[in-house]
């Protein structure tokens, strides 16, 4: 089997295909809250602090000289990441509840009893004939 061949059942498996989708989706999802957060939930909040800009909190080590630019730790960015990953993680935590409870409910569905089998058939009919004879 050619390589390509390989490669084309790999990719064209269901799980890779699904995994794809996922991957996809997901990084749109980010993106979305993302700007949820930047443009929505911080600028509030940060007017509820006392008119604070997440993103303008940082912590200068050293100053811009010349062309270097300044060495800063951006603890307003760290802010806004961390409540971006709450929200995307309580959304997975929320998909896959719902998820899991769906599964759930499929599995407490009684099963029907399999239909017998030719052999209790046949045994099933030998037990009435000879029922009837005594």
């Known amino acids: 089997m050619g390589m390509m061949q390989e490669f084309k059942k790999f ?9 794809a989708v996922g991957i996809i989706i997901g990084g749109a999802f980010g993106k979305i809250v993302a700007s949820f957060v930047n443009d929505v ?19 200068t080590l050293k100053e811009a000289a010349g062309e270097t630019p300044a060495v800063m730790i951006k603890y307003g960015a760290f802010i806004q990441t961390l409540v971006d990953f ?13 998820m ?8 407490e569905k009684p099963a029907a009893p399999p239909a017998p089998s030719k052999e209790e058939v046949l045994l099933a009919e030998i037990r009435d004939l000879l029922k009837q004879r005594q």
């Open 41 to 59: 939930i911080m600028p509030p909040l940060g007017i509820l602090i006392g008119g604070v800009n997440f993103s303008d909190l940082a912590i």
């Open 11 to 19: 990719a064209m498996r269901g799980n890779v295909v699904d995994m």
């Open 100 to 107: 899991n409870s769906l599964k759930q409910k499929e599995e």
């Open 86 to 98: 709450t929200i995307i993680a309580f959304a997975i935590f929320v998909a896959v509840k719902a």
